[in-house]
């Protein structure tokens, strides 16, 4: 059984607690609950004492209408609390964007790692649609969730519609539909997909910014900005690696960041 926290509008939000160390809490990606963080929070598990949570409406956590991204600022806070009021964080694609936007508030985080936050910042294809969150809203609120989950694949992920199409029948499907409302979080953390380097030049914050040597040049360009915004920023491009993380690897470099 997960453990669990309270956050500051009393959902509950659940979370795994692995190994023995420094702190560090995993925050997932879209389409994610704390299963898609548990190998690589397994293998920190060595070094670290790993909080694993399910973000709010995921997996075994609570939900409180009406969402904002400061109330998951605040789930981060009470699991930063519980880890004994300061922790590295690790986040993962919108994820780690909401680990930016969490530091920008002053969370007492002590060192942050980032696997390919979503930002762009050159020509590969065009800004999200200010209304993304409201299709995906008015789509969840008709029932039609699978609709949701494809509409957020072709328009924030960039999936080819054919390649969706595909994927319908997929093994995967159904969970991902039944996490379907929690696209409408994501695609309000990551907006436009602009950069704020406004808000991120504020952030003191050691970062690691990584990502993979064959993801999509727009991940490459994305973190090559985003490093160069934050004052303490530094990026790290794992050789053979995509947008999927590979724990062993990926873990090898945390831990090398968070020890030293």
Same mark, same amino acid.
């Given at each position: 059984?997960?453990?669990?926290?309270?956050?500051?509008?009393?959902?509950?939000?659940?979370?795994?607690?692995?190994?023995?160390?420094?702190?560090?809490?995993?925050?997932?990606?879209?389409?994610?609950?704390r299963?898609?963080?548990?190998?690589?929070?397994?293998?920190l598990a060595?070094?670290?004492?790993?909080?694993?949570?399910?973000?709010?409406?995921?997996?075994?956590?609570?939900?409180?209408?009406?969402?904002?991204?400061?109330?998951?600022?605040?789930?981060l806070?009470?699991?930063?609390?519980?880890?004994?009021?300061?922790?590295?964080?690790?986040?993962?694609?919108?994820?780690?964007?909401?680990?930016?936007?969490?530091a920008?508030?002053?969370?007492?985080?002590?060192?942050l790692?980032?696997?390919?936050?979503?930002? &762009? #910042?050159? !020509?590969?294809?065009?800004?999200?649609s200010?209304? $993304? /969150?409201?299709? =995906?809203a *008015?789509? +969840?609120?008709?029932?039609?969730?699978?609709?949701?989950?494809?509409?957020?694949?072709t328009?924030?992920?960039?999936?080819?519609?054919?390649?969706?199409?595909?994927?319908?029948?997929?093994?995967?499907?159904?969970?991902?539909?039944?996490?379907?409302?929690? &696209? #409408?979080? !994501?695609?309000?953390?990551?907006?436009?997909?602009? $950069? /704020?380097?406004? =808000?991120? *030049?504020? +952030?003191?914050?050691?970062?690691?910014?990584?990502?993979g040597?064959?993801?999509?040049?727009?991940?490459?360009?994305?973190?090559?900005?985003?490093?160069?915004?934050?004052?303490?920023?530094?990026r790290?491009?794992?050789?053979?690696q995509?947008?999927?993380?590979?724990?062993?690897?990926?873990?090898?470099?945390?831990?090398?960041? $968070?020890?030293?």
């Open positions: 059984m997960p453990r669990t926290v309270t956050s500051a509008d009393g959902t509950v939000i659940a979370f795994d607690q692995l190994g023995a160390g420094p702190p560090v809490i995993m925050v997932g990606a879209a389409f994610n609950d299963s898609g963080t548990a190998p690589l929070a397994e293998a060595a070094h670290f004492t790993v909080f694993n949570y399910d973000r709010r409406g995921r997996g075994d956590s609570g939900d409180t209408a009406p969402y904002s991204v400061e109330r998951e600022i605040e789930d806070g009470a699991l930063i609390a519980e880890a004994g009021g300061s922790s590295a964080v690790f986040g993962y694609s919108s994820g780690a964007t909401l680990a930016l936007h969490a920008a508030h002053r969370l007492a985080i002590g060192k790692a980032l696997y390919e936050p979503p930002f &762009l #910042v050159d !020509d590969s294809r065009p800004p999200l200010a209304d $993304l /969150p409201g299709q =995906l *008015a789509l +969840i609120s008709a029932d039609r969730r699978g609709d949701a989950v494809e509409l957020y694949q328009e924030a992920v960039g999936i080819p519609e054919n390649v969706v199409a595909q994927m319908r029948h997929a093994p995967f499907r159904p969970a991902l539909e039944a996490i379907a409302h929690t &696209l #409408v979080y !994501d695609a309000t953390i990551i907006g436009d997909l602009s $950069l /704020p380097t406004g =808000l991120f *030049a504020s +952030i003191a914050t050691p970062t690691l910014v990584i990502d040597e064959k993801s999509p040049p727009m991940l490459h360009n994305a973190a090559r900005a985003l490093a160069d915004t934050l004052p303490n920023g530094r790290r491009t794992l050789a053979g995509t947008h999927d993380i590979s724990p062993d690897v990926t873990a090898a470099v945390l831990a090398d960041f $968070l020890s030293n």
